[in-house]
């Protein structure tokens, strides 16, 4: 069974001998070969030019024995080909070009050009179809809607981007073109990815869990599933939530194939619940589990991470859909041996 | 009805024809009168002078029509009075004097002196409870032992503290004597409190959703339910989680009688399912909700904010058990008219 395979089971919630890993950002900062490469090209040259892009996603495969390739972007790549450019702050963090602030800049943003604006996405992806083949997963991803909209109105990353929520009450004709324009826009950026070759895509509804939870519904997951619906049927995509657990069975209802949850779920348990669940099982509703040890550990002990790597595959022995991964991205100071021990022993567990 | 009897009577979920109502940092940086006071004393004199902590406690009850007064400090005036101090960096964000790295450093750290380094708060709460006298409840408050111990691990502030969990899971004995050591402090603390008037008290776990979810018991909420168990029997004790939204059920069991949500909880959907909770009827449990409407809102418009309270207020109309507040603690930037707007709209509420 190849590692492309094993993903594609997964998210069909069909039962494996192990879960296909793989690890978000995981292409990245930990790496010192990135670290070597970002010391000669600028983040925004890695991300634009194809064969640099293709090479850095590439990376961490070489070192481990991870079942899915992930493309190295940005989810701001989607804003930035829509007008609103970004860049990260010496003193860190992200800056947009401007805050977007009235209708009339909205209005000023061009949809048509997003596939143009995008094609060196389609380019790199192309290049990484050639080169993984058949074997390995490739992922597309991109944000949803509101998290595109917390940056977009905020200009720039925030504690907790009032922004986004403060307009959504005060001007929600306003607040639901923007969304509403964004969901056009990842529509033809997915497809584009799509076309190109991927084999799953992720959206990343990081902020979702800032929303008041009555407002959830209405500020980003409608948004969601407009998506979703608009992209070829069963096709896999998961939805990455953060502080979204009180949501999972609306999420799950939403068309996406997976939920990737954040390390404050317990896996077991949100199985039991969505397996349990009476309305998603009378629409004949599977969704499989992606997650979700603790990014903090991969700071700890190689033995830790082990022992909780285990402790996870364990909780999901005869629950069918679990793609692993971690909770949250991985943070920059991770070590690469606590990285190996966690993927190695996935490789070696048997179901 | 006096206000102190009112907040008393909705710890204890008893049927009211309004909630009382109160806000987290209600004394603090978005009152003009607060800013004329910083500006000629230093936070740590505000903190530490009895008469300008009842001051500026006092602040926001001349202006707003609130139930409660909350004693104006910080809950890093624990681990000062253990030894490890603490300041505001200038560029902001918080900064203790080191970071606890050894066991050594924990066991160096002197138990016996907390009620006098202290004595100071006190002070205040006794001045205040002479001047509010039994017409306004008065509430203490205080760090959860493992958001204190995210503090003291990290050596201040961070996005996501990950050396408490890394320590959690790499060694869990120094890990152990650290949460028991802060639990014993905590709890000399908060007796101190007791005798000096509060009616209650707020544990502010505001790191609790940090911690992976099979973690939570072990990490944060044990040491908690220790707390509240030394405590004198009945003493209402409110327990603040952030993101702590999956554990309502292990919460409401943990001795506390007010649980204070986040703005992510339904509180409709959580009385009901506290309600319904066959395992919390047996032992005749009956916790009170206390939130949660968003800080960001009182950014927006008061139009905006009185809809919204409105809308919270409705939502817990015959479920008794209900002190309103925010989902987290007001923002500098709230405006002083979306305060009034959320105030009079409880007010003049009726059940």
Known sequence: MTSRERFLAACACRPLDRPPVWIMRQAGRYLPEYRDLKARHSFAELVRQPELAAEVTLQPLRRFALDAAILFSDILVLPEALGQGYHFREEGGIAMEFRLETRAQLDRLP??????????????????????????????????????????????????????????????????????????????????????????????????????????????LQWIRRIVAALPAGFPVILYGKGTAGHLAAQAASGVRVLSVDSTVDLAAAHDSLAGDAALAAQQIRVALQGNLDPALLGATPLAVRDETWRLLETMRDRPGHIFNLGHGIRPDASLECVAAMVSTVVNWKN
């Open 111 to 220: 949809l048509e050009n997003v596939r143009d604006q995008l094609r060196y996405v389609a380019t790199a992806l192309r290049l990484l179809r050639r080169r993984l083949g058949d074997q390995t997963a490739l992922l597309g991803f991109g944000g949803s809607p509101w998290t595109l909209a917390c940056y977009m109105l905020e200009g720039g990353g925030s504690e907790d981007f009032p922004r986004a929520r403060e307009l959504f009450r005060a001007d929600r004709v306003f607040f639901n073109a923007l969304l509403e324009k964004l969901s056009v826009a990842l529509i033809d950026y997915f497809k584009l990815q799509i076309e190109s070759g991927v084999d799953a895509i992720q959206v990343f509804d990081t902020w979702g869990g800032l929303i008041a939870g009555p407002d959830y519904e209405a500020a980003s």
